[in-house]
């Protein structure tokens, strides 16, 4: 079988929390063996957003390269790069723009949403709301195959492929290839307030850099079953964010079902399991808090390490643009 191509990223506007790990970093850990993968740190697209706060975006590149290396995004097997270093990203965007009506993009159902989320009204930035073909030159630059992401960015893998079909009918060509999302079975982590998503602006996440007191202190609020009032009562484990992350991260599957168990019958305390997730997601979160800390240490190797990953994706750029541009009658000699 062909080797696949694996292009994905983050838009670097905070930390990195449990909800990523679930949605996206464990995959890109476990692929980056079998796969050529990518990971782009989407400060470009970050700016569609955040164009009034770029100080915010340039401190959160540093901080979303050090998740990706503390949780073993391996740059010896993984290109890290800068989005905003790669010109050919922003002309591959301009060229893919014809290919694409307004009123597609006024329907794509993340962009909807978002559009919602961040109150723009009648002001949505151009920039943002193009974001899509911005994405999908990200994804087709690479050739990528594979987009290991959460649920949310479906739609963009679909427009996406939308381009790559318009394109290479067009233009009578193979020279664009399509993908596909490759989803986690549970693709996204509740909140620790019970709300279906885990996210920086909802104020509910787990940080993968959180220190121990913090983590603890984010436990103990945690929401559990709000009917479960008294330690007899018998109790909900399903939708349950406490049992939900147990059975992300816990290790001990028997233990965890006799919990469960317990818990159904009555007689055991919300404050017992939450002890019992705090150690279990502690096991799990030390390592990578050890290791983030320890990388946090030379800021300038981990700069260097993203300059190293971003010439080699500059390269990889830089030939598909450039078999864009021939398709397109753009090959001057200049
Ligand atoms: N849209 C993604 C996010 O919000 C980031 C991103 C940009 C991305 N380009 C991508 C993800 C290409 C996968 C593939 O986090």
């Avoid at 329907?107 to 911005?134: C, R, W």
């Avoid at 202190?217 to 399903?238: A, F, I, R």
């Avoid at 800390?293 to 800021?299: E, I, L, R, T």
Wanted: proline content about 5%.
């Amino acid at each position: 079988m062909k080797r696949e191509t694996i292009l994905t990223g983050d838009r670097p506007t905070g930390c990195l929390h449990l909800g990523h790990y679930i949605g996206s970093l464990a995959s890109r850990v476990r692929l980056q063996h079998s796969c050529d993968q990518y990971v782009m740190i989407a400060d470009t697209q970050a700016l569609t957003d955040n164009f009034k706060t770029p100080e915010k975006v340039r401190e959160n590149v540093v901080e979303v390269a050090l998740d990706y290396l503390a949780v073993g995004i391996d740059p010896d097997k993984t290109v890290i790069f800068i989005q905003s270093l790669l010109p050919q990203l922003a002309e591959l965007t301009m060229y893919y723009l014809n290919l694409v009506t307004w009123n597609r993009l006024k329907h794509n159902p993340t962009v909807k949403l978002e559009i919602k989320q961040k109150a723009f009204g009648e002001n949505i930035p151009a920039g943002f709301m193009t974001y899509p073909v911005s994405q999908a030159a990200d994804i087709t630059a690479f050739k990528a195959t594979l987009v290991p992401v959460g649920e949310d960015q479906k739609p963009m893998i679909e427009q996406t492929n939308e381009i790559v079909r318009h394109f290479n009918r067009l233009y009578n060509t193979e020279v664009l290839v399509e993908c596909r999302a490759e989803i986690p079975e549970m693709a996204r982590l509740p909140g620790i307030d019970g709300q279906a998503k885990m996210g920086k602006s909802l104020n509910n996440a787990i940080y993968l850099g959180d220190p121990e007191d913090i983590l603890k202190k984010k436990v103990k609020q945690m929401y559990t079953d709000p009917n479960h009032l008294k330690v007899e009562d018998p109790g909900k484990v399903e939708g349950n964010p406490v049992f939900i992350y147990l059975d992300a991260f816990g290790e001990d599957v028997q233990k965890i079902a006799e919990l469960k168990d317990h818990y159904r019958r009555g007689g055991l305390g919300d404050s017992v399991v939450k002890n019992y997730l705090f150690e279990e997601l502690n096991k799990f979160l030390t390592p990578i808090r050890e290791r983030r800390v320890a990388f946090s240490k030379d800021k300038g190797e981990v700069l260097r390490l993203l300059m190293e990953g971003t010439r080699k994706a500059y390269a990889k750029a830089e030939e598909t643009l450039q078999e864009v541009k021939k398709v397109m009658h753009l090959d001057y000699k200049f």
